[in-house]
């Protein structure tokens, strides 16, 4: 079996990773058998989709492929001779093999699958494609997919309570996931979260929004003193994707604010008419270019963590806040 997935989404498509690994995958033999490959190069990939089990049961290989389709650091090409050789081997995959081609795209980035490529093409005749596309706050799908793992942690809110979550923890999936893990322990073993459970339980995520204000103001000195305290509470990559999602908002709302009023923006986005006032009150004296400009630090930040590129993951992130 086939399947081809990208998308920002990177938690939900971890989510179907384990979906497809528990149905595919003896437990006995997981550690032989589940095999994860990042961007192998033509011989390998061959080897890869002919491979057989080392041992008992069925093979599931993950194969992230990001090199494949975007021109980025180390990027991989395949001759036409290849493309023949590796169609034919896609159809004649082994039965106890599962492959699952990834291609995750980074958070905020246009980027975009080229359907036009033939390596995109010969997979795509063959596997079973889904996208997961990044989540945008105001859209009803992020909502009931909120609701979706609520029911599945046996906990309830209500869509005011759901809202209020969305604007507070922002549009990072596994962030928001984890939030709901504390919340549901701290409150057990009532189920029905309110308002007031948010605003005690995650409260680390409130300081990010106070760091969100010291960096769009320019104050280095108090931005760069609360991420170091921050740090001592969560990981800089949850840190950093925070930032990524307030300052997306932040200019989602300064673009909005030129041709639309707080009420227009607010049935827009989903959030309370109140909120979005005292946001674009924040926003009145920040050009766009400055909110651009720290979203392309903070994006550089990832791609050099992400990457490899820096030892210190928490300095790339220093250095995006300080500018």
């Known amino acids: 079996m086939l399947y081809f997935f990208f998308g920002q989404e990177e938690?939900?498509?971890?989510?179907?990773?384990?979906k497809i690994k528990s149905k595919t995958v003896d437990k006995t033999f997981a550690a032989a058998n589940y095999r994860v490959y990042n961007n192998p190069v033509f011989s390998e990939l061959i080897e890869i989709l002919q491979s057989a089990p080392l041992m008992f049961g069925k093979v599931l290989s993950v194969i992230n492929c990001e090199k494949y389709f975007f021109d980025i650091k180390g990027k991989i090409n395949f001759e036409d001779k290849e493309l023949k050789i590796l169609e034919n081997v896609l159809q004649t995959v082994p039965d106890a093999l599962t492959v699952i081609f990834v291609c995750?795209?980074?958070?905020?980035?246009?980027?975009?699958?080229?359907?036009?490529?033939?390596?995109?093409?010969?997979?795509?005749?063959?596997?079973?494609?889904?996208?997961?596309?990044?989540?945008?706050?105001?859209?009803?799908?992020?909502?009931?997919?909120?609701?979706?793992?609520?029911?599945?942690?046996?906990?309830?809110?209500?869509?005011?309570?759901?809202?209020?979550?969305i604007e507070r923890l922002g549009t990072n999936l596994r962030?928001?996931?984890?939030?709901?893990?504390?919340?549901?322990?701290?409150?057990?073993?009532?189920?029905?979260?309110?308002?007031?459970?948010?605003?005690k339980?995650?409260?680390?995520?409130?300081?990010?929004?106070?760091?969100t204000d010291y960096i769009l103001l320019g104050k280095k000195d108090l931005a760069l003193s609360e991420y170091k305290k921050?740090?001592?509470?969560?990981?800089?990559?949850?840190?950093?994707?925070?930032l990524q999602t307030n300052f997306s908002r932040l200019l989602g709302l300064k673009v909005?604010?030129?041709?639309?009023?707080?009420?227009?923006?607010?049935?827009?986005?989903?959030?309370?008419?109140?909120?979005?006032?005292?946001q674009l009150e924040k926003l009145k004296n920040i050009p766009a270019d400055k909110i651009i400009g720290i979203r392309r630090r903070l994006l550089e930040a990832e791609y050099l963590m992400k990457s490899g590129d820096m030892q210190f993951g928490d300095l790339a992130v220093e250095l995006a806040i300080m500018g």
């Not at 962030?175 to 605003?199: G, Q, R």
């Open 201 to 211: 339980i995650c409260t680390s995520t409130q300081d990010i929004f106070l760091l």
């Open 104 to 165: 995750k795209i980074p958070r905020d980035e246009i980027k975009k699958i080229d359907t036009r490529r033939k390596i995109y093409k010969i997979i795509s005749k063959y596997a079973q494609i889904s996208e997961f596309p990044e989540f945008k706050p105001y859209q009803k799908e992020y909502a009931a997919w909120i609701q979706k793992r609520l029911k599945q942690k046996e906990l309830f809110a209500s869509s005011d309570t759901v809202s209020f979550l």
């Open 230 to 242: 921050l740090c001592t509470e969560k990981h800089y990559l949850e840190i950093a994707a925070v």
């Open 11 to 18: 938690f939900n498509i971890e989510i179907e990773i384990e």
């Open 256 to 278: 909005d604010s030129l041709s639309m009023s707080a009420s227009e923006i607010s049935r827009k986005t989903g959030m309370h008419e109140f909120v979005v006032k005292k």
């Open 175 to 199: 962030i928001v996931d984890n939030e709901l893990e504390k919340i549901k322990l701290s409150i057990y073993p009532e189920k029905n979260i309110k308002n007031a459970d948010i605003e």
